[in-house]
């Protein structure tokens, strides 16, 4: 799994609901012409919504199942068909011209076939505009257009795009087997792969980065970090200036790295409310946790979150690197 041709038959043995949902709709010809594909790990969306549109291409399915030879399927394979349009985000959002070129193109492209599909990725990262512009089209969209949003955070869809659309969600996918899966397949540590895959939405990146020292240094600082803040916290703003802010240069590594930490803080909080819970993440570093949390109440935890949190958004609304740090800092030692 991870790499494109999916089968309605692996699709039904994780999300049977779904697979039954979008099956009975091609084959009784009654497909919608918007869906919302919502669920925790990205790149199975996205699979999902390739079958889908493989299958409304093929020009001999067996049932709903593509035949996977026809010249459709191929080009579906070779990512080579105009009638099948991705769009992603550009930084940190898809924004009103993105979407505006899509329905260009939509209007322009539609010689093929009588179908045209089109897949937003992380689709709650449209702008009030880019969403507004797209909500235009869900009321004409004209016979024969398809679009699947795609999203791991469907609460922060517009109201008005999700009421316009079918909503499918997806069962959680089991991290652990893929974690397995890649950790053999890299020769790395089951700890560092699960790691790659719950900060990088993508297979493919987080195969990337963990074929880069930079990860499994990443890694380490994070656990210098909780140290720092464990048993020295009022040197935790010399540590950034030392070795933190030094790693993670520019916005993407340090989003990267304060995810990283994000999700320690929410293991750590896991365990403090049950104290037999067994950390998924930064498996080896058990006596850390257990002094960590040792004399941090649930509420102080909960408000590390939410400041890691908001140092992320600031990140997004493009607040300078460092000074996005030095505010964490100052919010985690005063909290």
């Not at 004409?140 to 795609?150: D, H, N, S, T, Y």
């Not at 140092?311 to 985690?332: G, H, K, W, Y």
Request: aromatic fraction near 8%; charged fraction near 25%; hydrophobic fraction near 40%.
């Amino acid at each position: 799994m991870g790499v494109g041709h999916m089968r309605f038959q692996e699709l039904h043995e994780s999300q049977t609901v779904v697979a039954q949902i979008i099956k009975n709709s091609i084959v009784s010809n009654k497909v919608g012409h918007a869906y919302i594909f919502s669920g925790d790990y990205e790149p199975f969306l996205i699979d999902t919504a390739t079958l889908f549109a493989k299958a409304l291409f093929c020009e001999t399915p067996q049932g709903a199942e593509p035949c996977g030879l026809c010249r459709n399927c191929r080009r579906m394979d070779s990512k080579n068909i105009v009638d099948y349009i991705e769009v992603e985000p550009d930084g940190a959002s898809i924004k009103k011209e993105q979407i505006q070129q899509l329905l260009s193109d939509l209007s322009l492209r539609g010689a093929e076939g009588d179908r045209q599909v089109y897949v937003i990725h992380q689709a709650h990262k449209m702008t009030t505009q880019a969403a507004n512009s797209l909500l235009k089209f869900f009321e004409e969209p004209g016979v024969g257009k398809l679009a699947i949003l795609v999203t791991t955070q469907p609460h922060l869809l517009l109201p008005t795009i999700r009421s316009r659309a079918q909503q499918l969600a997806f069962r959680p996918i089991d991290r652990a087997q893929l974690a397995q899966t890649m950790s053999e397949e890299l020769s790395c540590t089951y700890d560092l792969a699960y790691l790659a895959l719950t900060v990088y939405p993508k297979w493919d990146d987080a195969k990337e980065a963990l074929g880069q020292e930079w990860f499994v240094q990443a890694y380490g600082l994070v656990v210098q970090l909780i140290e720092v803040l464990t048993k020295r916290p009022q040197e935790l703003l010399l540590f950034a200036q030392e070795k933190w802010l030094g790693h993670f240069k520019g916005r993407n590594e340090l989003r990267v790295g304060l995810e990283l930490f994000e999700h320690w803080l929410e293991e750590a909080l896991h365990l403090k409310v049950r104290d037999t819970y067994a950390p998924k993440l930064f498996k080896n570093e058990v006596a850390l946790y257990n002094a960590f949390i040792q004399n941090r109440s649930v509420t102080k935890l909960t408000h590390a979150i939410e400041s890691v949190h908001a140092a992320i958004r600031r990140l997004e609304a493009n607040v300078n690197p460092q000074l996005t740090f030095e505010r964490l800092s100052f919010d985690l030692q005063k909290g």
